[in-house]
C-alpha cells in the first residue's frame, strides 16, 4: 500500500514547516457576481463584457456562466472566450481595461448558443485542472503580480447568424 500527497500536503510535512500561500491553505472564499441585459450590439465580433473584478494575487475555484438563448439559430453560431483583462488601474505595461489573456479561461465556448439556467462551468475549459492553485496573474500568463485587481470578461469570437438580446450572468467564486 503506497500513500501519496499533494503539492500542498508535501510542503507541509517539510522541516522547517513551509507555509502555504493564503489562498491555498485557510484562504478566505469569496464570490463575484454580475449581471448584464444584453442587447444583440454588445455581443458582435471582438465586443468584451467586464463581468467580474478580482485581486490579482486570488485563485479561482469556478466561473460560471448562466445566460439566455442569445442566438437564434444558422450559421455561424455564437461563439465567445472567457479571459482576464486589466481592471481600472493601469501598471507599467498594461492600460487601465487592457486586454492580458482574452481565452485563458475558455475558448470559442458555445455556452452563449442555448438557455443556460443552471450554470456553465467555464474556469477549466482552457485551464488545467493542476492549474487550481495558481494566481489570476499567472493564469493570464504575467510573470510577476501586478499588484491590482484584474478582471474576468467574455470576448465575443464568433458572431451569432442571428443574435437576440438576452440577460448574462457570471458568478466567479476564489480564494484570497
Known amino acids: 500500500m503506497a500513500t501519496a500527497k499533494g ?6 510535512d ?6 502555504l500561500e493564503s489562498a491555498s491553505g485557510g484562504g478566505t472564499v469569496k464570490v463575484f457576481m454580475d ?3 444584453a442587447a444583440t450590439t454588445d455581443i458582435d465580433d471582438d465586443d468584451i463584457i467586464l463581468l467580474a473584478e478580482v485581486p490579482s494575487n486570488a485563485k479561482i475555484l469556478s466561473i460560471k456562466i448562466f445566460n439566455d438563448d442569445l442566438d437564434s439559430g444558422g450559421s455561424p453560431a455564437l461563439a465567445t472566450d472567457v479571459g482576464v483583462y486589466m481592471g481600472p488601474i493601469k501598471n507599467s505595461s498594461y492600460a487601465a481595461n487592457a486586454v492580458i489573456d482574452r481565452d485563458c479561461y475558455a475558448t470559442a465556448s458555445a455556452v452563449l ?3 443556460v439556467l443552471t450554470g456553465t462551468e467555464v474556469a477549466f475549459e482552457v485551464r488545467n485542472v493542476n492549474a487550481i492553485a495558481n494566481f489570476v496573474w ?11 485587481p484584474l478582471r474576468i ?13 438576452g440577460d448574462i450572468t457570471m ?3 476564489y480564494s484570497h
Open 7 to 12: 503539492v500542498e500536503i508535501t510542503n507541509l
Open 14 to 19: 517539510t522541516t522547517p514547516r513551509t507555509l
Open 35 to 37: 449581471t448584464i441585459a
Open 113 to 115: 448558443q442555448a438557455d
Open 138 to 148: 499567472e493564469d493570464a500568463g504575467l510573470s510577476s503580480d501586478p499588484g491590482v
Open 153 to 165: 470578461a467574455l470576448t465575443m469570437e464568433t458572431v451569432a447568424a442571428t443574435a437576440a438580446a
Open 171 to 173: 458568478q466567479v467564486t
